[in-house]
């Protein structure tokens, strides 16, 4: 009996074909690349010290610049105060030195006189004594001998350290006079060679700030970071800062007859923040002022970094991969928030978490957005294709296209519609990377892969069936597949040859078959449309 092709299923499913190509699925949102520029380094809120550096170069004292940064201030006294500062806790041994002989008395009132050189503390408190090794009660003091400060792994300290057992750990709290702290603070706030007038600005914002916000319910009063201020010690001071410091000896700034919380920070980018701004909380003194002395800052202007959804997704612990992102600026121009589009949702990130989950040096920042979108699909081979993404907040963005990932070549100029959305008709002629480009930054690559265009008939002559292949990929193996209890299953092979063409004898029975061609020379699996023989 002779087997005859099923003319109207053939035109039906050809027709179906070109249907499907006509009308292509809504693509997968791809990877975004969040190009991020900034001005700044800090919260932004009261005085900028590359400001104070610039206005006491133009000239300005240091009580014109604290008047200046921190609005509708006075200058005040301060008595004399010994501070606690934490230097170390959680700490399973320490090791104390000095270069002359020095005392400890421990909770019990027991006395021991230490020798010079360095001593090994862990939480049992074991004291050398000439006796031999004694146990002593917590909290152990350490008193500095004459004119030889005590050295706490290797940082040398001012006033005396007292050392509490928690649990197996040590706490080490420096006890000491807040002129000598502050010796210990201006040094690791501001470079020692910056103008004088800077100096003793800093030494009376780093004198208020530590008296205005000394840390309530512990057993200390400041940290020894940034937390408090960076108090670096007798190691790290310098003699232009401890003069500052000398200088200026109790002056604070004060409002409404209280010293004031005076926050610096390293610069502006223009313009400091308002506390409002920044933390929420109107503080009368804590105003947004303009900064044009910042301009000496290598931090004035920064960028662009480039970071990437995933890492965004990582740093800020975010269960959903991250599409988009965008921020409202305050009046200063540092972000609040920034919201993120995620495909679980949207999730807002308040800007000091942003900051520092992403390693930021402020809020004052703008955000481009790169992303192209996934096509669910190959492309078959001379059809068209609309790429689309997202360009937002970058100049001339561009199109480009390489076929290796290493050499690109621009298709063409993107025109951002509302949103930051982009578009371009593409006709790729074989598998090929797409990126959108900008100076400086391009988003992630988009593989497009093309497919070659295969069709599959019946020939008038029995026991075999033929195609074609374009482009023609001459020598490419093409397998011929029957529909099998549901599954397909290869029943004949045949070559492409140079015009394109294929042909394949076989046991030709009826059923549904299909020409299939694995991926090969820069090109997807291509696979024909279903072929119904009947008998």
Do not use: C
Not at 87 to 93: K, Q, S, V, W
Not at 465 to 485: H, K, N, Y
């Amino acid at each position: 009996m002779r087997l005859s092709f099923a003319l109207s299923a053939l035109v039906a499913l050809a027709a179906a074909t070109a249907s499907a190509q006509s009308v292509q699925p809504a693509p997968v949102p791809g990877e975004a690349v969040f190009v991020v520029s900034g001005r700044g380094y800090g919260h932004g809120v009261g005085m900028s010290q590359y400001g104070a550096f610039g206005m006491a170069n133009e000239g300005y004292t240091y009580d014109e610049i604290l008047a200046y940064y921190y609005t509708g201030t006075k200058l005040g006294r301060a008595a004399a105060k010994e501070v606690r500062v934490l230097l170390a806790e959680g700490r399973r041994a320490v090791t104390i030195s000095s270069t002359v002989p020095y005392t400890a008395v421990d909770a019990a009132g027991t006395t021991y006189r230490l020798p010079a050189g360095p001593l090994e503390l862990r939480a049992n408190l074991s004291v050398p004594t000439a006796e031999g090794l004694a146990q002593a009660v917590s909290p152990l003091v350490l008193r500095p001998g004459k004119g030889a400060p005590l050295s706490l792994d290797g940082r040398l300290y001012r006033g005396r350290l007292q050392l509490t057992v928690q649990s197996a750990f040590l706490q080490v709290v420096d006890f000491v006079e807040v002129e000598a702290y502050l010796q210990g603070v201006v040094a690791g706030e501001m470079p020692y060679r910056w103008p004088m007038e800077a100096l003793q600005a800093q030494a009376v914002a780093a004198r208020s700030y530590a008296l205005a916000n000394l840390v309530q319910g512990k057993a200390f009063d400041l940290y020894a970071d940034q937390r408090s201020q960076v108090y670096v010690g007798v190691t790290g001071e310098q003699t232009r800062t401890s003069d500052a410091v000398r200088a200026t000896a109790g002056e604070i700034v004060t409002y409404g007859g209280r010293v004031a919380s005076t926050l610096y920070f390293s610069s502006s980018g223009g313009k400091t923040a308002s506390a409002a701004d920044v933390f929420g909380v109107a503080i009368p003194y804590l105003l947004s002022r303009p900064d044009p002395w910042d301009t000496a800052s290598p931090y004035h202007r920064w960028g662009p970094v480039l970071i990437g959804a995933r890492t965004v997704q990582a740093k800020l612990g975010l269960e959903a991969r991250v599409l988009d992102a965008a921020g409202v600026p305050t009046p200063s121009g540092r972000l609040r928030a920034l919201t993120l589009q995620t495909t679980g949702g949207s999730e807002t990130v308040p800007s000091g978490l942003l900051r520092t989950g992403l390693g930021l040096r402020s809020t004052w920042i703008t955000i481009g957005v790169l992303r192209l979108d996934r096509p669910r699909g190959p492309v078959v081979f001379g059809s068209s294709l609309r790429v689309s993404g997202v360009a937002r907040g970058l100049a001339s963005p561009l199109l480009s296209a390489s076929l290796d990932g290493s050499t690109w070549t621009p298709v063409g100029e993107l025109q951002p519609q509302t949103g930051g959305s982009v578009s371009l008709q593409v006709k790729p002629g074989r598998t090929t990377r797409y990126r959108i480009e900008v100076e400086g930054a391009a988003s992630p690559a988009l593989l497009v892969r093309v497919a070659p265009r295969v069709r599959l008939t019946q020939p008038a002559e029995p026991r075999v069936l033929s195609g074609t292949v374009r482009p023609r990929l001459a020598g490419a193996f093409v397998t011929i597949e029957r529909q099998e209890s549901g599954a397909w299953a290869a029943v004949a092979e045949a070559v492409v040859d140079d015009s394109g063409a294929f042909r394949a004898e076989l046991d030709l029975v009826p059923g549904s078959y299909r020409a299939r061609i694995a991926p090969t020379d820069g090109f997807a699996e291509g696979v024909t449309a279903v072929l119904a023989v009947t008998g």
